[in-house]
């Protein structure tokens, strides 16, 4: 009959006793390390078998006696330790920042509420959290490999993510059939080989059905924007949102891509115009990366008037201005050009600018005024000067980017139940 071991037994002077029992060997090394970590000492390991664990202080036989010796006894269902010369008596010969027992796994073990909690965790929390209860700064790279550790058991490992993926999405639309989800795949390869019978993920949409429903009584006008990945893997998570009559943000289309680049882009708008957003005279507001602005010329006038009005947030606009002519001074000027709501209010500001340079109305010059002034967009923006909606959503998503992409999508999907419901 099994007999119920505690994994780490309770010991009131933090010392280990001949005939201590433990639930398996894992529990023993951890208890060891543990006791090692927090007397700033170290041990070598002299036997490490199936049934027994033995080590020695790492200065043993100069100073120090200390060694444990703990074998399996399958009478009794645990480990037990069979000899035990406690406790160490020796010191430190250097002074160290980090231990050599403080492995990223025993970190991973420290963070795994916090990484639950928030699994954008910055590594330097990690860090930190490390010094509160270890006492020992550890290396970046250590640190951010327990966090991996974490992210990956409770959330599935990076590339079996990926081979779960079209399951997820399969089942999703067996449950929910309008749901939309389009994948784009890549020959693999090992080397200069080819690997046949294998395809890597490049990129996918999707968009659920309860969104493209939910377009339909929405404002039409959509905005777009990026955020990056920050798992093993790296990417891009686009994101298409609009709004409804009571102001409420909805998330209409999501997309995994590779980077920010005008194929993406275009793969992303194509599949967002031609499964969602299918109604005309509707406003596309971005911001004005290259990439985006191709992806529309290529569109072959799905996002083009009379269609669509492409349109730039005006806070990109004025980040451009900044960037270029490093006045701040202009700053809100610029931006009230942008929402000036007439043509004399328009020209009023403008004639300012000018005054001041013409090198900056020569710059906002090569902008179409359609495309960033309320007085000029046709009504097309229904008042949103910015990206705010979308960005609103990158930021409830954030948590997320560091996770392996299956739970990403799934992110996506719970918090949008939550919207729905």
Request: glycine share 4%.
């Amino acid at each position: 009959m099994a007999v119920l071991v505690a994994e780490i037994p309770f010991v009131t002077d933090g010392e280990f006793a001949v005939g201590m029992e433990f639930s398996s060997r894992e529990a023993v090394i951890k208890a060891i390390k543990q006791y090692t970590i927090r007397r700033s000492v170290d041990y070598r390991v002299y036997e490490s078998e199936p049934l027994i664990f033995y080590a020695k202080c790492t200065q043993y036989g100069s100073g120090c006696d200390w060694l444990i010796r703990v074998s399996m006894i399958s009478r009794k269902y645990c480990w037990v330790i069979r000899r035990y010369n406690g406790s160490h008596t020796c010191t430190r010969a250097t002074i160290s920042q980090d231990h050599s027992k403080l492995d990223s796994a025993t970190i991973a073990e420290a963070i795994k509420l916090l990484v639950e909690a928030d699994p954008a965790l910055k590594v330097k929390s990690v860090i930190a959290e490390v010094q509160s209860k270890f006492n020992y700064t550890v290396s970046y790279r250590k640190a951010w490999l327990a966090k991996q550790k974490v992210v990956e058991k409770i959330f599935g490992g990076w590339e079996a993510s990926y081979e779960a993926l079209p399951i997820w999405f399969e089942a999703m639309c067996h449950k929910e059939p309008p749901a939309i989800v389009h994948f784009e795949t890549m020959p693999a390869y090992q080397g200069d080989d080819l690997v046949t019978d294998i395809r890597v993920l490049h990129r996918v949409f999707w968009s659920y059905y309860p969104c493209i429903r939910a377009f339909r009584h929405c404002k039409p006008v959509v905005q777009v924007d990026e955020t990056h990945l920050y798992g093993k893997y790296k990417g891009c998570l686009l994101v298409a949102v609009s709004q409804d009559g009571n102001n409420n943000i909805v998330p209409i289309a999501f997309a995994i891509v590779e980077g920010e680049t005008s194929d993406a882009w275009h793969f992303f708008l194509s599949n967002l115009r031609q499964h969602v957003v299918t109604r005309d005279s509707v406003g596309l507001i971005s911001d004005r990366h290259e990439s985006i602005n191709a992806a529309v010329v290529k569109s072959n006038g799905a996002w083009s008037p009379p269609r669509a009005f492409h349109m730039f947030c005006i806070r990109h606009i004025e980040s451009n201005f900044l960037r270029k002519f490093k006045a701040p001074y202009l700053q809100k000027l610029v931006v009230n050009i942008g929402y000036s709501r007439t043509v004399r209010e328009y020209k009023m500001r403008y004639q300012r600018l000018r005054e001041r340079g013409a090198a900056y109305t020569d710059w906002l010059d090569r902008i179409p005024r359609d495309q960033y002034a309320l007085a000029f967009d046709g009504g097309y923006r229904w008042g949103h000067m910015t990206t705010n909606l979308v960005e609103c959503i990158n930021s409830v998503l954030k948590g997320a980017r560091n996770l392996p992409v299956t739970a990403l999508v799934k992110a996506t999907f719970y918090r949008l139940n939550e919207l729905f419901t």
